[in-house]
């Protein structure tokens, strides 16, 4: 989202309760001032939500009532949770970007891509995995949470529909199960928080939300990325998003539809090599985690479903095993990925007239490349070298030097190679 584009940013990281749903009355009797509330179903951590008695004898009264709604909405809210808890962590260990925050201004997050040769250092000489984790760096001092999470659901991701892309395996096998229907909402966000202040592609730059439909009937939205807003909901009744989130909201798809049209529009208008490596090698991670859960609730003798039912004793040291199985594969993955198979990896590819940095995607030349490669202390050595003189020419002497040591390393290679 470029600069010409940038959203107001007068809202609210989270909307007061002057903004929401809750009416602070009985649900029963239908008095005002109602303080009790069903610890069942309440929501305060992803959301607001609550259902308000003015005594236990009114809560024991609407009981039969409630019961379906509430039951209905603690699997709901739980499958959020664990589903969230894992998304995090995949953005943080997938990050890919090379960008850096170089500060922020009435609440805009201004970035700067790295420069070729700052990003042929960080990675394209030395064939540096494409998945380092996300680094307190990139963040250039500033500490703020909220500007953690806007990077890595904005720049880290693909600009507000990673979820529904990348992640539309992890959604399946752990939200559809315990929603009577789900759909993709492409909207345009109003009362920002904070927005990011960087290039983008027209196409990518769309937040898509999801319109989800409890098993008891209630409407919700949930939105995994808001935090590229500033916004720390993770899911809002449906009536409450659409008047305070929502400026407009522009088009409905069934669950999957984001991900095929992006399908369609990479295909038939081809992307930048690296980033397509990057999505895909990103979505064969994703569907290593899904497997990974998969297994968990095979072993467990379980279904999502069952599995977010549970009673209150047993579902946080469930849910937090479920979390760190995978949590760990997608470790695993990325070990086997770019150490095990070799790809995964940045390298740089000699051009006619110039030095591209390219993706490995190819087994066998990653294996050829290991010869290859520089160690980081060579490329240090290199740049301390040249680093007396002024910024381009220490940058163009530094790349034409690198270059050819990666030349002859290739040649020596091919040579013994048919030697």
Avoid at 134 to 156: R, W
Avoid at 162 to 173: E, Q, Y
Avoid at 274 to 286: G, I, K, N, P, T
């Amino acid at each position: 989202m470029d600069a010409s584009t940038l959203p107001e940013v007068p809202g609210h990281c989270r909307l007061p309760n002057s903004l929401t749903d809750d009416d602070q009355k009985c649900q029963n009797c239908r008095e005002p001032g109602a303080r009790m509330v069903c610890g069942n179903c309440k929501v305060a951590d992803i959301g607001s939500l609550s259902t308000r008695y003015c005594s236990r004898d009114c809560q024991k009264a609407h009981w039969q009532e409630h019961k379906k709604i509430c039951n209905a909405r603690r699997r709901f809210t739980r499958a959020i949770r664990v589903l969230n808890t894992i998304w995090e962590a995949f953005a943080e260990l997938t990050y890919v970007n090379r960008v850096m925050v170089t500060g922020k201004t009435d609440r805009v997050i201004h970035t700067t891509l790295l420069g070729q040769n700052e990003a042929l250092d960080h990675g394209g000489w030395t064939g540096e995995s494409i998945f380092p984790g996300f680094s307190p760096d990139v963040l250039g001092g500033n500490e703020d949470e909220h500007v953690k999470q806007a990077i890595l659901q904005d720049i880290g991701g693909n600009n507000g529909n990673d979820i529904v892309t990348t992640g539309l395996s992890l959604i399946k096998s752990l939200l559809t199960p315990v929603c009577s229907d789900m759909t993709e909402i492409r909207f345009k966000a109003k009362g920002c928080a904070l927005v990011v202040e960087v290039g983008s592609s027209p196409i990518l730059d769309a937040h898509v939300i999801l319109h989800a439909q409890t098993q008891s009937g209630e409407e919700f939205c949930i939105d995994f990325t808001g935090a590229r807003f500033g916004w720390e909901e993770k899911m809002y009744p449906w009536r409450t998003f659409a008047q305070h989130r929502a400026e407009s909201l522009d088009s409905r798809l069934a669950l999957g539809g984001t991900n095929l049209h992006k399908a369609l529009i990479m295909e038939t208008h081809p992307a930048d090599q690296s980033y397509r490596a990057a999505y895909d090698l990103r979505w064969e991670v994703a569907e290593d985690v899904v497997k990974s859960i998969t297994a968990f609730f095979s072993e467990k003798k379980i279904n999502a479903w069952l599995f977010m039912s549970q009673a209150n004793s047993t579902f946080p040291s469930q849910s937090d095993e479920l979390v760190s199985r995978a949590t760990m594969a997608i470790h695993d993955s990325i070990r086997q990925l770019t150490v095990e198979r070799g790809i995964g990896r940045w390298y740089v590819e000699v051009q006619p007239t110039r030095f591209a940095l390219r993706v490995l995607r190819d087994e066998e030349l990653a294996r050829k490349m290991k010869k290859v490669w520089l160690s980081q202390k060579q490329v240090d050595k290199v740049r301390l070298r040249f680093a007396h003189l002024p910024k381009r020419r220490m940058e163009k002497a530094c790349l034409d030097k690198l270059s050819d040591m990666v030349l002859k390393r290739w040649a020596k290679y091919m040579y013994c190679q048919h030697s």
